[in-house]
């Protein structure tokens, strides 16, 4: 048996899954046994060498098919790695255990669904679902989930479960801050209700794998016996849950592959742990490191920037991109007077390369950082008659932005029955599906369109009190906005019904991710309103745009942010909006601090990386916010990127109608912007010394310490919020009441005192 599997590894030498690899990724095919981190930097071709070296371990013999599980974060990941390993050894790649996560551990929970009180038929719900259900379980303890949204509640218990805490395990410093300190016993009541309706939702695939393996030995050994070699791809997307899962599969023989790039994690938003990566070496000491740093995808002058820029990170493990192939052309940065002109550069030069340079409209990308900041692309790109598709929903056809358009289409045209009926109950207010059908049926049978149905309703005795009361309130609200049409500008209108249909605070309530995103395009919505004379041509514009058809056989440039273009390559990127407080996201630096920034780093790294020959990235010395105009400063990721690959553009530089580029020292001046006060004066320190020192200075520790010298009463300035008062002090976050923007809960590191109490 040994001369035999001898004979096969000598023979491997020249299979077909071994020709063409360079000297790492054959190092990494030919590493069988013992734990193997593998840092494939972006472009070097990882899933080439996952395949390959799955391949192997069945061709030198070292382990049979079904003893192999490997590990993707997609099912389309998981289809494509098996496709090519079929390719390369037949039919037995159908014994391999291919799988993402949670359809691998919904195939382990079904064989013992009895350990955690399930039958084999259980079933998995939906958001939806799980939405309904947890509301269930806080009405039935009395709880507001008006004051707390139930999709608020669910997402902090799927982010314990992603830490693979159950309810015991929730510490008392976790769930006081949810349902006012009650989480884990609604956690708790939660899983009962699931259990009892013989039902799980996905985070509780792999939390009930880890209390099989946990609970039950024998059955934790047996799938030791099964598995002998684990491959994971994308690691450093993986969150405790998944890191946990799988070191307990892999514990006994310690043959745990894992493939990633530290420089792209992106996701810590949604509970990945890229320390999980960090630490691989102190969790197994005898492990080998192999780096894959020889690029195919992009020019010299595209990996230089991005190796400079990333270089910045501190908690990385380190690696190098470069390549074979020419520099290429230099990245060029531009800067433009506003928003508008940067869009109409970049439409502008989209469209110059399509007609002189050959390029096709597929062959190009618009990423921006935030959702909302497609829609002065879109908005130009339509008059343009430029192809292109947004990955996600286009701006105009998101849920949020629908329904605000829903209430002002009422508002101009009271017949516009459509519209009335999407926001009748949206927000909710008790007028459920049997008072909008008695509205329906009134509106056919008198010849009205339903707004006015509605107001002849309401002096009948058809519905009872408390429907007539919500009816009564929503026709006097659309009514009281119909008469200041003529009296409030449009976007001042609109913004008042926005907020006094509760819309506004139903997404502010939620506290999630997704809210905070539909609350920016909200007030995006606004922005674009501000190009109109009125409310009227506003709706107008919505309705050409909504109708127009961008189809084109020479395909469409594709508009998405950052975090979705992942994966993904074009041989033109664009990288637009590029300033401080946008990227990196202020949002994000005050929430995490240090660890926020790197990963804002990380994210550009991931936009420059996704170029292969050309590569744009532009800012704007002013972009107008709500209708009123706020200077910006070009990102201190501008000036981490490495001189010499870089071209500033002149004022030809990008296609007809591009502004003069805006020199840093050209921006507004604090007197001239309405005064920044002392924040203003640490930017421009930060510039002079390299826009961001590698050392944090010590008035910046804060955030690295997690300690700070603030005291309540303290007087500070932010960027964004303005001058406030320290409320209070716990480790490296402050609560601050803004004289303006309220009560926030920020990171010391980004705030400057002015005044010592």
Known sequence: MQNDLSHRSQMSDQQPWLEGLNAQQKMAVQHLDGPLLVLSGAGTGKTRVLTSRLANLIATGRAKPWNILAVTFTNKAAREMKERVANMIGPMVEQVWFGTFHALAAKILRRHVECVGLKANFTILDTDDQLRLIKQVMEINGIDTKRHPPRMVLAMISRWKDKGLTPDKVSLADASNLVEGNGADIYQQYQQRLSDLNACDFGDLLLHNLTIFNSYPDILADYHHRITHVMVDEYQDTNVSQYLWLSLLSQKSRNLCCVGDDDQSIYGWRGAEVTNMLRFTEIYPEAETIRLEENYRSTGHILGAASGLISHNESRLGKTLYTDDAQGEKIRVNGFWDGGSEARAVADQIASLIRYDSYSADEMAVLVRAGYQSREFEDVFIKLGIPYRVVGAKFYERQEIRDAIAYLRLITQPADDLAFERIINTPTRGLGAKTVSLVRNASRAQG????????????????????????????????????????????????????????????????????????????????????????????EHISLVMDGDNTNQGGEVMLMTLHAAKGLEFNVVFLPCWEEGAFPSQRTLDEKGASGLEEERRLAYVGITRARKQLYISYASSRRVHGLWQSGIPSRFLAELPQEHLVEESEQGMASGTARPVAFDALPTPSAAGGYGPGWARLRARRQTGFLPSKAPAEQTAGLTGHSDYSPGDRVFHLKFGNGNVVSVEGDKLTIAFDKAGEKKLVASFVERTEKS
Not at 452 to 471: D, F, P, Q, V, W
Request: aromatic residues 6%; proline residues 3%.
């Open 448 to 539: 009205l369109p339903m707004l006015a149905a509605a107001e002849h309703m309401l002096a009948g005795t058809e519905l009872k009190s408390a429907a007539r009361n919500s009816l009564s309130q929503f026709v006097n609200m659309v009514n009281h906005w119909r008469r200041q049409i003529d009296h409030l500008p449009h976007t001042e209108l609109a913004m008042q019904v926005l907020d006094d249909s509760g819309y506004t605070a139903m997404w502010q309530k939620e506290k999630t991710p997704d809210a905070e995103g539909r609350l920016e395009n909200l007030k995006e919505l606004i922005t674009a309103m501000d190009d109109f004379d009125n409310l009227q041509g506003f709706l």
